[in-house]
């Protein structure tokens, strides 16, 4: 396979666990819990829908939710869980229509969430490593969607904490290869509010690092690592991260930018960058 067709396999791959609302009954407004301290419109048990739900699954302040400031519902993202378990999962069945579902519906909504975002970083290792890790990885992407495939029921018995370890050990081992090419070692994980602005911070590893309000407009930033970073109001302006590391569309929609920033082409810009 050339690197051109690779390339587009992964981003293909990656695009299918960017969330589609339009194909979705409205899971996360109804699944989970949350509250107003988090950036959510009221304090709400899970099973309960959100009272800006619509009775066809919209958000009837979608286009007012910066107005409103509500951080958690522009933040949040279910990396294509919602679809998965609407249209797939439940063959288009719907929690309001048949509430028979309802309660098993929202479990194995949460599970399939985290086999999802699993299942996105397991594929941005597989991009940024060596093939002998490659095959290793791939049989965990294999039975992960072989889980994604099963019946509500089965789901439900998935042992995901077993599997969660496995693809962190995975996962560990890529970031470990990673720092080997790395410029220094990394002995900080807390730049809350520091300006960087315009360095090359190629290469640099800000896994799980702070990154809380970072200033970081115009750096270079290829093959930065951002796995697991607070990423939260931190300044992406004039930055290309199209060749950056585990970047999620949470971390994306929880920090600012502008419309000169360039974002890897499986995620969405968010609006208010535009
Ligand atoms: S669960 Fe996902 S796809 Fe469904 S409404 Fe929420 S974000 Fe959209
Ligand atoms: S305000 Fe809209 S996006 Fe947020 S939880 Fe309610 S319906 Fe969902």
């Not at 979608?62 to 509500?70: A, F, G, N, P, V």
């Not at 998935?158 to 599997?163: N, S």
Request: hydrophobic share 35%.
């Amino acid at each position: 396979m050339s690197n051109q067709s690779k390339e587009n396999s992964y981003k293909e791959a990656l695009k299918e666990l960017a969330a589609n609302c339009g194909e979705c009954c409205g899971i996360c407004c109804v699944a989970l819990y949350f509250t107003k301290m988090d950036g959510f419109p009221e304090d709400k048990r899970p099973g309960k829908p959100c009272s800006n739900l619509t009775d066809d699954f919209k958000c009837k302040i979608h286009s007012d939710l910066m107005k409103h400031q509500l951080k958690g519902c522009m933040a949040y993202d279910c990396f294509g869980a919602g679809q998965k378990v609407t249209r797939e999962i439940y063959k288009g069945l719907d929690w309001r229509e048949h509430s028979e579902c309802a309660g098993e519906m929202f479990q194995v909504f949460l599970i399939v969430y985290q086999l999802h975002q699993m299942l996105w970083y397991l594929i941005e290792a597989h991009k940024a490593t060596s093939k002998n890790i490659q095959n290793q990885l791939t049989l965990l992407i294999q039975e992960n969607k072989e889980m994604t495939k099963m019946k509500p029921a089965e789901i439900l018995g998935v042992d995901v904490e077993e599997y969660r370890q496995r693809v962190n050990s995975g996962l560990k081992e890529v970031c470990h290869s990673l720092n080997k090419g790395l410029k220094q070692d990394k002995k900080t994980f807390n730049y809350m509010g520091k300006s960087f602005k315009k360095q090359n911070l190629d290469g640099e590893d800000f896994s799980m690092a702070l990154l809380i309000a970072a200033d970081l407009e115009g750096c270079s930033l290829r093959k930065t690592n951002f796995l697991g970073a607070d990423m939260r109001d931190a300044n992406l302006n004039n930055t290309d991260l199209s060749d950056s590391l585990f970047l999620t569309q949470m971390q994306i929609n929880t920090a600012r930018g502008n419309s000169n920033t360039i974002i890897p082409g499986s995620l969405i810009k968010p609006d208010t960058w535009k």
